[in-house]
């Protein structure tokens, strides 16, 4: 295979060439392996592109921090290749790639199928932690927890040979890659779009996934117009690997009865269900809600680009903890840092979050304000420094603004670092 350019994803083909195509995505720290156990019976009816994403699988190391940008590859890897319409299937975060196509280009998606996907993956800050984690401790404590994220206990104990495959999945994924994956998460949010989605959709959600469970499952079928769920017993989030039959005939019977246009002459798959998988009503559910960003004259509003960034930045429990502690007498200064802190300076573009985190530090040691220093270091943390980074400034501080005044900065730096870098247990 030649070398992926930047713009594109690392891609295979499996089955007849004047098939038509379905795609299929993989979750965060797999590869395109994961859907192996599905490739024989779909291969019978459709031509399946499988792709991996950036740094995964050894794909080359272009990181994506948005899943935008990862949809464009994929759409720059299927216009170089011919590719006009297709059916798509996507696990998690290759869901919310989906999700995203079907939104920008639904001219070009047939079908839709959403596999332990969701509108809003759990917390930015969640995602955000995992990447200091990874940043700080490498991929080992991203690998040692992703049994227990992907299968149910039950298959971890008998199936300890896919647990070790799954485990060097993550092991062997560039570590840059996949925090930008994280950051591409944690800032994914289409709650207020779902309506807009006019494609027939499959929702399929493992019974006893922690991750993107039978809520946000739920929560997509409400919002999108044509959807329907399919809850898989005896399958956590990586159901395709855990329920390979039930999730391959799912998959055959919403592609074949969905995409008409496409697939008049190919007939339905005849086939006896392997694991009873309910497929519940839209009406049965519950609709979800989000207030979009708000706009004046045509652009963003210095407070909705300032709260975005403010939560990116400190996270979404600090922010809800200030504006919640807000009254009639402090709210108009919430206002006031919102707007003008982070929409009109933090917003600029003239320094990365990087440098702003490292001049945000010095400035606090400098004027004494360390009442806001565990924030930012934190806030340091997610912007990309390192431990040894944020050392190297209050080190620099010690002999500009003094001693005392850097040791009671180091204090709270460490037991900041340590909360936050320790990986889980």
Not at 25 to 43: C, F, K, N, V, Y
Not at 155 to 169: D, K, R
């Amino acid at each position: 295979m030649s070398e992926t350019p930047p713009n594109t994803l690392q891609y295979r083909f499996d089955g007849p060439e004047d098939a038509p195509v379905l795609v299929i995505g993989p979750s965060l720290g797999t590869t395109w392996h994961m859907w192996d156990r599905q490739i024989p019976e779909l291969t019978q009816h459709w031509r399946v592109f499988r792709y991996d994403l950036p740094g995964h699988g050894g794909a080359p190391a272009h990181p994506a921090t948005a899943v935008g940008e990862l949809a464009d590859r994929l759409m720059a890897t299927l216009d170089g290749l011919g590719v006009q319409r297709f059916g798509y299937a996507g696990c998690s975060i290759g869901g919310a790639i989906g999700a995203d196509l079907a939104l920008r280009h639904p001219q070009r998606v047939a079908s839709l199928a959403l596999v332990a996907s969701s509108a809003r993956f759990g917390s930015a800050d969640e995602f955000r932690q995992r990447g200091v984690i990874v940043r700080t401790n490498g991929l080992e404590p991203m690998a040692r927890t992703a049994p227990e994220r992907w299968f149910t206990p039950g298959f971890a104990a008998a199936q300890p040979a896919i647990v070790e495959w799954a485990v060097q999945m993550v092991r062997t994924t560039d570590p840059g890659c996949y925090i930008a994956a994280c950051e591409a998460l944690a800032a994914f949010d289409i709650r207020s779009e779902l309506g807009r989605i006019g494609l027939p959709t499959l929702v399929l959600v493992g019974a006893e996934d922690q991750v993107t469970g039978p809520g946000d499952a739920r929560t997509l079928v409400a919002g999108i117009p044509d959807a329907r769920l399919a809850l898989v017993p005896g399958a956590s989030h990586l159901a395709p690997v855990e329920q390979p039959g039930a999730v391959t005939d799912l998959l055959l019977t919403h592609f074949s009865t969905a995409w008409q246009d496409t697939l008049a002459a190919i007939p339905a798959p005849s086939f006896a269900p392997r694991l009873s998988a309910p497929v519940l009503p839209v009406a049965e559910l519950t609709a979800a809600t989000a207030q979009p960003e708000a706009e004046t004259g045509g652009r963003t509003d210095p407070y909705a680009r300032g709260m975005k960034i403010r939560r990116e930045v400190l996270g979404d429990a600090h922010v809800d903890g200030a504006m919640a502690a807000a009254d009639d007498f402090t709210g108009d200064f919430q206002e006031l840092v919102t707007r003008y802190a982070w929409g009109e300076v933090w917003g600029r573009e003239g320094l990365d979050r990087r440098a702003r985190s490292t001049v945000t530090l010095t400035a606090l040691v400098a004027s004494g304000h360390l009442e806001g220093l565990a924030a930012h270091v934190s806030a340091a943390l997610r912007n990309g420094l390192t431990p040894a980074e944020i050392r190297e400034v209050l080190l620099q501080t010690a002999v500009y603004c003094g001693i005392p005044a850097a040791g009671a900065a180091f204090r709270i730096a460490q037991s900041v670092i340590q909360a936050e870098t320790t990986p889980p247990a």
